[in-house]
């Protein structure tokens, strides 16, 4: 895995382009649209995109079940729209990553069309399928019945996305190929022919859709799945090394020995990263870290952060995001203050961090009816709020042919609205990066020493380089050691909240961090 330059000070914005910004009065978000949006990005201080699929597709799973993967769908423009766009954002000294889905197609794909033909041809064993249609898949989902081709065929997610072939870890019936027969390997090649074709248009990389579940019935820590992204990776990376990947797979060190150069810090059951924001996804009331009443304290997230971390610094990168379009929207819960701290924690942190569309101005959960099999998920998919005109500026187009409806309460947060307000949180993330692209301290591959406070594991205090930060999101003053007596003296260069920072033994070096703040102290 080669070193990407770029990402050391990277900050990603992620668009889920249906409900971006739409510029043909159709109600759906376009590729035109994204490069009209192109400053406002730039403006706020990221430097860096990541474009959910934009590919031609059926649309059953909002783009996931793609039908043609060098195809853009037409509803967002044409492939020159995005060769286009490519070019509008390195204009500006940006990147962009396009979504990848390397572990299942459309049902619609040619390629599964011609797989489930009922004669051996190219794509037999492009998709996994068993001998006969009586014969299922234990422990897979699958579907029998529907082809031509008298077999069964394996799903990867909903019922319209077949799973690709690229084997299994041990096969253990006589219809599952190993990894090293040719149809997995085929797959491997189709696969980097994909990532060569829209990298060679100007594409700066890929996040990678469920990484980790290529290879079947993989062993304990995906080996299998681990040696197939290091052989795409070793034709891809090697053609392209400035070329970013990011993986949706939620533990850095497997996903960093594959050959990613960030992962996502995923809210997967009851791990650390939910603790922070989103602790109701495992219980019926929210008790996150960073709710101002919560009872939990640091240690679920630390325990496992800290292992990842001094295991990957200075190899990868650890991603943690705001949200994305498969988390419900911080807001759901939270209070613009304590959104505002974790954005102090998360900007301030090593590892490259992804902001949601939207997530700067406090856009809210909203109930909707699921859309193109989004589920509970959809209501964090509605359309991004520029101002207080018609459908929040988001389209032109009736209301009834919006891809979503927007925001329908009198205080609904826009850009426009935002902006004018010195206090809002969209000027908190637009300072933090700025302070965060200042200080190469804050870079992500800077170091960052993270201090226990012996019992009161309440609060956040970590040093990057000559600076310290300190998180309270409670609603009590919390009394923290200093690590270095310095600090005790530093000069305050950024708060949130109250920000006083008062001094209770400098011999001690202890001091009292007020309710609900954030601060950055800089030594001399």
């Known amino acids: 895995m080669s070193k990407v330059a770029w990402l050391k000070d990277a900050v990603f914005y992620e668009i889920y382009p249906q409900t971006f910004y739409d510029t043909n009065g159709d109600g759906i978000g376009d590729i035109k649209g994204i490069i009209e949006k192109l400053d406002y990005i730039k403006e706020l201080g990221a430097n860096a995109i990541w474009l959910n699929p934009c590919f031609d597709s059926p649309f059953k799973d909002a783009g996931y079940d793609v039908r043609d993967y060098k195809k853009v769908a037409s509803r967002y423009g044409t492939n020159e729209d995005l060769y286009r766009l490519f070019e509008e954002v390195h204009k500006r000294k940006m990147h962009l990553i396009l979504d990848l889905v390397p572990g299942h197609t459309s049902e619609e794909h040619s390629w599964f069309v011609e797989s489930a033909k009922d004669y051996w041809n190219t794509y037999s064993?492009?998709?996994?399928?068993?001998?006969?249609?009586?014969?299922?898949?234990?422990?897979?989902?699958?579907i029998s019945g529907e082809s031509e081709r008298p077999g069964a065929y394996m799903l990867n997610f909903f019922k319209c996305q077949p799973a690709l072939n690229y084997g299994f870890y041990r096969p253990s019936e006589p219809w599952q190929q190993s990894m090293k027969e040719e149809g997995p390997q085929k797959t491997k090649e189709a696969m980097v022919d994909v990532m060569d074709f829209w990298l060679s248009h100007g594409c700066d990389g890929f996040r990678v859709d469920m990484a980790d579940s290529l290879v079947k019935e993989d062993g304990p820590e995906k080996e299998g799945t681990r040696q197939v992204w290091k052989d795409m990776f070793s034709?891809?990376?090697?053609?392209?090394?400035?070329?970013?990947?990011?993986?949706?797979?939620?533990?850095?060190?497997?996903?960093?020995?594959?050959?990613?150069?960030?992962?996502?810090?995923?809210?997967?059951?009851?791990?650390?990263?939910?603790?922070?924001?989103?602790?109701?996804?495992?219980h019926s009331e929210d008790d996150s870290y960073f709710k101002a009443d919560s009872t939990h304290d640091t240690t679920r997230f630390l325990s496992e952060y800290?292992?990842?971390?001094?295991?990957?610094?200075?190899?990868?990168?650890?991603?943690?995001?705001?949200?994305?379009?498969?988390?419900?929207?911080?807001?759901?819960?939270?209070?613009?203050?304590?959104?505002?701290?974790f954005f102090g924690f998360l900007l301030t942190m090593p590892g490259v961090p992804f902001i949601y569309y939207g997530d700067e101005i406090g856009m809210r959960f909203?109930?909707?009816?699921?859309?193109?099999?989004?589920?509970?998920?959809?209501?964090?998919?509605?359309?991004?709020?520029?101002?207080?005109g018609k459908n929040l500026g988001f389209s032109?187009?009736?209301?009834?042919?919006?891809?979503?409806?927007?925001?329908?309460?009198?205080?609904?947060?826009?850009?426009?609205?935002?902006?004018?307000?010195?206090?809002?949180?969209?000027?908190?993330?637009?300072?933090?990066?700025?302070?965060?692209?200042?200080?190469?301290?804050?870079?992500?591959?800077?170091?960052?020493?993270?201090?226990?406070?012996?019992?009161?594991?309440?609060?956040?205090?970590?040093?990057?380089?000559?600076?310290?930060?300190?998180?309270?999101?409670?609603?009590?003053?919390?009394?923290?050691?200093?690590?270095?007596?310095?600090?005790?003296?530093?000069?305050?260069i950024y708060k949130i909240g109250d920000g006083l920072v008062e001094v209770l033994s400098k011999e001690k070096k202890i001091i009292s961090a007020r309710p609900q703040s954030f601060v950055v102290l800089k030594k001399d």
């Open 396 to 492: 032109e187009a009736p209301m009834n042919a919006l891809y979503l409806p927007v925001d329908p309460s009198v205080d609904a947060p826009t850009v426009e609205s935002a902006k004018a307000d010195q206090d809002s949180l969209y000027h908190i993330v637009k300072d933090l990066l700025a302070l965060r692209h200042k200080e190469k301290a804050f870079q992500a591959d800077a170091p960052m020493v993270m201090h226990t406070l012996k019992g009161k594991e309440q609060a956040l205090v970590y040093e990057r380089g000559n600076f310290l930060c300190i998180v309270n999101p409670s609603n009590t003053s919390l009394e923290i050691s200093l690590p270095d007596e310095a600090y005790a003296t530093a000069k305050l």
């Open 235 to 282: 034709v891809i990376q090697k053609k392209y090394p400035d070329a970013a990947f990011v993986s949706e797979w939620c533990n850095a060190p497997l996903s960093m020995d594959a050959g990613f150069h960030m992962d996502f810090y995923l809210d997967h059951g009851n791990n650390g990263y939910q603790s922070l924001l989103r602790d109701y996804l495992e």
């Open 366 to 388: 909203l109930e909707v009816k699921s859309k193109e099999g989004g589920y509970q998920r959809t209501g964090t998919r509605t359309p991004m709020q520029w101002n207080s």
């Open 125 to 142: 064993s492009r998709y996994i399928w068993t001998r006969h249609a009586f014969e299922g898949i234990g422990g897979h989902p699958y």
């Open 306 to 341: 800290m292992e990842w971390y001094q295991k990957t610094k200075g190899k990868s990168y650890i991603s943690m995001f705001s949200c994305n379009h498969d988390t419900p929207r911080a807001k759901r819960t939270l209070g613009d203050r304590e959104i505002s701290l």
